[in-house]
C-alpha cells in the first residue's frame, strides 16, 4: 500500500508564500498522475493543480498564475509552491496519485492545513 504525507501547510499572511510537499512512501515514477485538491471548511473538495509522468501541468483558475506544481520522480516526491495567498485559499490541501493515465484516484494523503490570514 502507498502512502502519500504532505507537509509544508500553516498559518500564512495574505500577500505570503509557501511551499507544500508530498512524499511517496514508494517509487512515484509508476504514477502518471498526480495532484494536489483542496477542502475548505463548508465546501467540497476541489482540484488544485495536476502533473503527469509526461510531464504535462495544469491549475485550476483560481490558482493558476501564482502557483507552481513540480514533481522529482528520483526523491518521490510532488511540490506545490503557492504565491500571493489569498483567505480564501484557506484549505486543507491534499496529495492525491494514480498509475494509469485515466481513472479514479488510488491514493490520498491525509491532507496539511493552510491558513491564510492576517
Given at each position: 500500500q502507498v502512502q502519500l504525507v504532505e507537509s509544508g501547510g500553516g498559518l500564512v499572511q495574505p500577500g505570503g508564500s509557501l511551499r507544500l510537499s508530498?512524499?511517496?512512501?514508494?517509487?512515484?515514477?509508476?504514477?502518471?498522475?498526480?495532484?494536489?485538491?483542496?477542502?475548505?471548511?463548508?465546501?467540497?473538495?476541489?482540484?488544485?493543480?495536476?502533473?503527469?509522468?509526461?510531464?504535462?501541468?495544469?491549475?485550476?483558475?483560481?490558482?493558476?498564475?501564482r502557483s507552481d506544481i513540480s514533481r522529482d520522480n528520483t526523491k518521490n516526491t510532488m511540490n506545490l509552491r503557492l504565491d500571493n495567498l489569498k483567505p480564501e485559499d484557506t484549505a486543507v490541501y491534499y496529495c492525491a496519485a494514480r498509475e494509469p493515465q485515466l481513472g479514479e484516484i488510488k491514493y490520498w494523503g491525509q491532507g496539511t492545513q493552510v491558513t491564510v490570514s492576517a
Open positions: 508530498c512524499a511517496a512512501s514508494r517509487t512515484i515514477s509508476e504514477f502518471y498522475y498526480m495532484a494536489w485538491y483542496r477542502q475548505a471548511p463548508g465546501k467540497q473538495r476541489e482540484w488544485v493543480a495536476t502533473i503527469t509522468n509526461v510531464p504535462a501541468v495544469s491549475y485550476a483558475e483560481s490558482v493558476r498564475g
